[in-house]
């Protein structure tokens, strides 16, 4: 119940194209999401985050949807671009996870073709 | 950089070796953590201190012996590891706060050091 499954693995998109990574959690009692972007050599770094209350938000070319019901919440990159290829983590917390401790996707390998 | 520190980036070492990692961040936050971090497994939260007491100890193998001194330094110190155990360690740190009676959920950003990538031979 404390995992959260992220999907796919890893994606290639074209440059301009739409990036769509995927996550799910089962514990309902998580009242935050964030998403982390790592680049090679570099620790994770808060790209956008999203609350429960509400269903999408929206950051530059960067939007997260959180559908409650289904319990999942997507990363969109628009236009995306060969910068933004890196690992991006989904994470969960809140709940009786513990007020600072945040639950892991296992990553997604973003590559961007020029 | 992101006020996050860690050293040594990388380090080598033997089964029967005593090493230690260092983290400092120059923040001015409250709580540091030591993650783990190895290849398609999500990120493994091992210690929490937060005002310098040790909060979580994620079942960690007593082979890894966290310290922190004061709120800006946080060390992670190693002895006797396995081959399993080789991976990126990082460093986050995360201003926590506190509400009267209990702490915001949810609410900290965690602000990640480079890492430490660690190979045990």
């Known amino acids: 119940q404390q995992q959260v499954k992220q999907s796919p693995q890893s994606l290639i998109v074209q440059k301009g194209g739409i990036s769509i990574i995927n996550c799910a959690y089962e514990?309902?009692?998580?009242?935050?999401f964030p998403w982390y972007q790592q680049f090679p050599g570099k620790g994770p770094a808060l790209l956008i985050a999203?609350?429960?209350?509400?269903s999408e938000k929206k950051e530059g070319r960067f939007t997260i949807s959180f559908n409650k019901s289904a319990k999942q919440f997507s990363l969109h990159i628009m236009d995306s671009q060969p910068g933004d290829s890196a690992t991006y983590f989904c994470?969960?917390?809140?709940?009786?996870?513990?007020?600072?401790?945040?639950?892991f996707g296992t990553g997604t390998r973003l590559k961007v073709l020029a | 950089e992101t006020g996050v520190t860690q050293t040594p980036r990388h380090l080598v070492m033997g089964m029967t070796n005593k090493k230690s990692l260092k983290c400092e961040q120059h923040?001015?936050?409250?709580?540091m953590y030591w993650y783990k971090q190895s290849a398609k497994k999500p990120l493994e939260l091992m210690f929490v201190?937060?005002?310098?007491?040790?909060?979580e100890n994620n079942s960690v193998p007593s082979r890894f012996s966290p310290e922190c001194p004061n709120s800006s330094h946080l060390f992670l110190h190693l002895h006797t590891l396995q081959p399993e155990d080789s991976a990126l360690y990082l460093c986050?740190?995360?201003?926590?706060?506190?509400?009267?009676?209990?702490?915001?959920?949810?609410?900290?950003?965690?602000?990640f050091g480079a890492g430490s990538r660690l190979t045990v031979l």
């Open positions: 986050a740190s995360s201003q926590e706060r506190g509400l009267a009676g209990g702490i915001q959920r949810g609410a900290n950003v965690l602000t």
């Open positions: 514990n309902t009692a998580f009242d935050y």
């Open positions: 999203i609350r429960p209350d509400v």
């Open positions: 994470a969960a917390s809140g709940g009786t996870s513990g007020t600072y401790k945040y639950i």
């Open positions: 923040l001015g936050h409250n709580a």
């Open positions: 201190y937060n005002f310098k007491e040790q909060t």
